[in-house]
């Protein structure tokens, strides 16, 4: 079946630097792919998302490029701040028996310290 | 602008205990899902629904129930709560981003009910 594996966290960093969170995928057909992040004590929320291959979400200084080649989607920021500090999840659509649904990674704690 | 809002945000229960969180959203949506977060497991699905009347069972749907009798409410029942249902439930609800051929859905979703039994 679908699948999405995330690379492990947390991820600690220094403010400025730069950001890489892994997410690879498993699935028939062409999905649509997505990065969510949770902050604390709150819901999800839609980060970037891509619909087909090559497509590149971007949104808040963040990016990910949709590779069909290497069935990924990392996440990249060029410098990081505080108020980036979250959970992150890898997410792809799975349109099997019409229902939409997510299908997520376990979540990369990202920690982000001044 | 309320989105989606859970009931209730908190609560706690005795093992064998029966409890309702419910789901609203107001943004005429077609389409609600129940999924639980655990640590090191990330969200995973327990109930869905794409319509009004309609609900279908997602990867973990063990121990609970769902209905869906209003487009914008979703309810998620647990009959006889057990300790491995001590979770973080987000309710999310959706609209198709394009064509249905794109695939993208983009969902909303939640703040949370924490729940914990014992």
């Known amino acids: 079946g679908n699948s999405v594996t995330q690379m492990e966290g947390p991820v600690t960093l220094s403010e400025e630097a730069f950001l890489t969170i892994n997410c690879t995928y498993t699935a028939t057909g062409y999905p649509s792919l997505f990065w969510y992040v949770q902050y604390p004590g709150e819901g999800l929320q839609l980060l970037l998302k891509a619909t087909k291959a090559d497509d590149k979400g971007s949104n808040k200084g963040f990016e990910a490029t949709y590779r069909k080649e290497t069935t990924s989607f990392h996440l990249e920021k060029g410098s990081v701040q505080v108020s980036d500090s979250a959970v992150y999840f890898c997410a792809l659509s799975d349109w099997s028996g019409n229902t939409g649904k997510l299908i997520f990674g376990q979540g990369t704690t990202l920690q982000v310290k001044p | 602008n309320a989105g989606v809002t859970q009931t209730p945000k908190f609560r706690v229960l005795k093992t064998g205990q029966s409890m309702t969180l419910l789901c609203a959203q107001d943004?005429?949506?077609?389409?609600m899902y129940w999924y639980r977060q655990d640590p090191g497991m990330g969200l995973r699905l327990i109930h869905y629904?794409?319509?009004?009347?309609?609900?279908a069972k997602g990867e973990v749907p063990d121990g609970y129930n769902v209905s869906r009798l209003k487009k914008q409410n979703f309810l998620l029942g647990l009959e006889s709560a057990a300790p491995s249902q001590t979770s973080v439930y987000f309710c999310a609800s959706s609209y198709i981003a394009g064509s249905p051929s794109s695939g993208a859905n983009v969902l909303t979703f939640g703040a949370g009910s924490r729940l914990t039994v014992l």
């Open positions: 629904s794409v319509g009004e009347g309609t609900t």
């Open positions: 943004m005429n949506h077609e389409y």
